[in-house]
C-alpha cells in the first residue's frame, strides 16, 4: 500500500494584521507592558488557556508580527511599540509601525519586495506562494491573510519601510510550549478549503512556538535558512558544524571528479 507524504506549507501568519492588533490591544488592557505568564495572555484573549491550539497559533501569528515579545522563558508581553502605535500623535506615524509590522514576516517581506509598485492578482500571489512550498488550499487562505493585511496597512500609499535582515527573521516563541504544541499537532496540508486552509495555516504559526529560523543571504539574491529549535545545546552546535563540513566535503569530492 502506497503512503502519501504530504509536505507542510512554510510559516505564516494565521490571522490579518487589523484582527492581530485588536488582539494585542485585549492584552495590552489586561496587562500593559508588563510580562505574564503564556497562559495569562491567553485567557486574556479569551481562551481557556494555552494549551488550546487556536490560541497558540494566535500567539505565535501576534509574535510573528512583533506585537508581542519573549522578555524570558515563559513569559510574553507587550511590545513598546505596540504602546507608541496606540498613542502616536500623527497618522504617518502610525502608518509607518503598521507598514514595519506588515514586513516582519519573511513571506510577507518576500512578496512585498518582489511587487514594489502594487500587488498582483490573487492568481499570481498563489503561484508565488505555491513556488515557495505552500499546498494549494494553504495558499489561498495565505493569500486572503495578506491581501487583507496589506490593505489595512496601506503599505502602497505612504513611505516604504524597508524591512533589515534582522526584521526578516521568523520570531522564536516559548519554550514552555514545546509540550503544548506537541499535543495541538499541526493538521497536514491538503487540497481543501479555505476553511480547511486556514486551520492548516493556524497549526503551522503555533508549530513555531519551539523552532527559530535563521536567515543566511547567498550570492546573486539567493537565501537559505537554517532552522534550529529554542533549546540549541553545545553539544548540538558540534554536530551542526560537522554536518556542514560533512556537506563541503561532499562538494568538493564532486568538483575532484
Known amino acids: 500500500m502506497s503512503v502519501t507524504i504530504r509536505k507542510k506549507s512554510p510559516r505564516a501568519p494565521s490571522v490579518g494584521l487589523e484582527e492581530a492588533i485588536e488582539r494585542t490591544l485585549k492584552i495590552y488592557k489586561a496587562e500593559r507592558l508588563n510580562a505574564a505568564p503564556i497562559d495569562v495572555v491567553a485567557k486574556d484573549l479569551g481562551y481557556t488557556g494555552a494549551k488550546n491550539g487556536t490560541a497558540l497559533s494566535t500567539i505565535a501569528s501576534l509574535r510573528y508580527y512583533g506585537l508581542v ?11 513598546k511599540e505596540f504602546e507608541s502605535f496606540q498613542y502616536a500623535p500623527s497618522d504617518k506615524l502610525r502608518h509607518t509601525i503598521k507598514t514595519t509590522w506588515l514586513t516582519r514576516p519573511p513571506v510577507f517581506a518576500e512578496l512585498l519586495e518582489k511587487y514594489q509598485e502594487h500587488l498582483p492578482s490573487d492568481g499570481v500571489l498563489k503561484f508565488d506562494l505555491i513556488q515557495k512550498g505552500f499546498s494549494p488550499a494553504a495558499a489561498d487562505a495565505c493569500v486572503n491573510i495578506f491581501r487583507r493585511s496589506v490593505e489595512f496597512a496601506d503599505y502602497f500609499n505612504g513611505p516604504k519601510q524597508t524591512p533589515e535582515p534582522e526584521e526578516l527573521l521568523t520570531p522564536s516563541a516559548e519554550t514552555d510550549l514545546e509540550e503544548e504544541l506537541q499535543e495541538a499537532s499541526p493538521l497536514p496540508d491538503v487540497v481543501g478549503t479555505p476553511r480547511q486552509a486556514s486551520a492548516s495555516l493556524a497549526s503551522h504559526a503555533a508549530l513555531a512556538a ?48
Not at 515579545?69 to 511590545?79: I, T
Open 210 to 257: 519551539t523552532t527559530e529560523r535563521i536567515l543566511v543571504r547567498l550570492s546573486r539574491g539567493r537565501r537559505a535558512w537554517i532552522e534550529i529549535p529554542t533549546q540549541f545545546y553545545e553539544a548540538d552546535k558540534d554536530r551542526l558544524k560537522a554536518q556542514i563540513d560533512l556537506l563541503l566535503a561532499d562538494d568538493a569530492e564532486e568538483g575532484a571528479d
Open 69 to 79: 515579545n519573549r522578555p524570558a522563558e515563559g513569559l510574553l508581553c507587550v511590545s
